[in-house]
């Protein structure tokens, strides 16, 4: 499997972005899955995840409230809705797919991964 991010960029704080993961190279109505983000000098952070119906997602506390997460099985992609942001929002965000429709917040338990997406917040 294949994944591409895209969407970030620099964004004012109470500002949104929408960020996109276009996948390839296997079924994806199939795989489960999930934005991680990683901060500088931080470790690499669960965000959201997403089954591979679009019916049950999970989310950390720190973006509950104002990040969605949805997918379109016709197109393959899976995004991530950020708004309301916050300077602590700024970092490298991943997307990752995983060989099962369950979802999960850990990390390990994903199989494939995408290059990142920045999304920078100013104050």
């Known amino acids: 499997v294949q ?17 996109s993961c ?11 899955m ?5 901060a500088p000098g931080k470790e690499r952070a669960f965000v959201a995840a997403i ?4 019916r049950r997602m999970d989310y ?7 990040f969605t997460i949805s997918r379109d099985n016709a197109k393959n ?8 942001l916050i300077p602590d929002d700024t ?3 991943y997307c990752a797919a995983r060989d099962t429709s369950w979802i999960d917040s850990r990390a390990n338990e994903y199989n494939y991964w995408g290059q990142g997406t ?6």
């Open 34 to 38: 999930a934005w991680f983000r990683q």
């Open 51 to 54: 089954n591979w119906t679009g």
């Open 77 to 84: 992609t899976v995004y991530l809705q950020v708004n309301t």
């Open 3 to 19: 994944l591409q991010a895209s969407g970030g960029g620099l964004v004012q704080a109470g500002g949104s972005l929408r960020l």
């Open 91 to 93: 970092a490298v965000y």
């Open 60 to 66: 950390s506390d720190s973006v509950k409230g104002r």
């Open 118 to 123: 920045e999304v920078t917040v100013s104050s």
């Open 22 to 32: 276009a996948a390839s190279g296997r079924t994806f109505s199939s795989l489960a």
